[in-house]
């Protein structure tokens, strides 16, 4: 009976946190946006196919509209509309890839160090603080001039460095549960570190850790456009919204928007789109929130 109860208590609990999140219109146009742009991404180029592989010297710097081309042709020929589908898939799958990728393994490392305590937890901030005393972009930069810039070596580049705030957020939140009734109870039953961090310390963050999952996927699509936009990013004929972008400022002064415009605004709007998600997300695990 009691089990049901609280299943039920949980049941409406994520019922008024769903109901939370979709008040806030600024976040659910946040997910409509997100919703779009993937579609756009993975489903356009079904829609609307177009040659991104090899290039045509003969159809260069053509105006949106004419000759059939939606958004124009870039430098060498490619259909700029096309271009930015391609591009959506390299931004979308590092960003997410890398954003999740960081977020889990942050998770893991704060959880254990907050859990722990002591001269474990000592030793594995001072290696958070260490490196998070580096500008991230910096490092980015030097080890994307060392290694071939692909997409799998864009992810793990990024994520390397990505996890230190999630890491710093879960051992904050590992600290207060550490001394839980819940969790005081099945240690002293014997239970071990690892069941605790991973059933009780986890579990109960996992507020924290999804909130943040989306703050740090926007985080790693700002990156893969910094890398890209100083030529770090990945080699074409793959395409990268940041490349994009920089390969159109040095058309700024030919009047040829189209190739400045889409990719900056794609930007934009995805890491918007991402915080505003976050910004929902983050109202509908809020306690008090719930407790209205």
């Known amino acids: 009976m009691a089990s049901q ?30 919703i779009f742009l993937v579609l756009f991404s993975f489903l356009g180029p079904l829609i609307y196919p177009s040659e991104q592989v090899h290039t045509n010297l003969s159809q260069v710097h053509i105006a949106p509209g004419e000759q059939g081309f939606i958004l124009g042709t870039d430098g060498v020929g ?16 590092v960003g997410l890839s ?51 810039p692909t997409i799998p070596m864009l992810v793990l580049v990024i994520s390397a460095f990505a996890w230190l705030n999630p890491a710093r957020m879960v051992r904050g939140d ?34 924290t850790v999804i909130v943040n999952a989306t703050f740090q996927v926007a985080d790693a699509v700002l990156y893969v456009a910094y890398l890209s936009f100083l030529g770090l990013g990945v080699p074409p004929p793959a395409a990268n919204w940041g490349g994009m972008l920089s390969t159109g400022l040095s058309e700024i002064y030919s009047g040829r928007w189209w190739l400045i415009y889409p990719p900056g605004i794609a930007i934009i709007l995805l890491v918007l789109a991402f915080n505003f998600v976050g910004d929902g997300l983050r109202d509908a695990f809020e306690v008090r929130l719930r407790k209205r």
């Open 5 to 34: 109860k609280t299943k039920k208590r949980h049941v409406g609990m994520g019922r008024q946190g769903v109901a939370v999140f979709f008040e806030n219109k600024l976040a659910v146009f946040g997910l409509s946006l997100v």
């Open 78 to 93: 490619y259909d700029q509309l096309g271009r930015l589908m391609l591009g959506g898939q390299t931004s979308l799958i």
């Open 98 to 148: 890398a954003g999740l990728l960081a977020t889990a393994f942050g998770t893991i490392w704060g959880a254990t160090a907050g859990f722990i305590g002591g001269w474990v937890d000592a030793v594995m901030m001072r290696i958070v603080d260490s490196l998070m005393s580096i500008p991230a972009l910096f490092l980015f930069m030097l080890i994307a001039t060392i290694v071939t």
């Open 174 to 207: 590992s600290i207060a549960l550490r001394s839980r009734e819940f969790v005081t109870a099945m240690r002293g039953m014997g239970g071990k570190p690892l069941r605790a961090v991973r059933t009780h310390i986890v579990r109960n963050s996992i507020g």
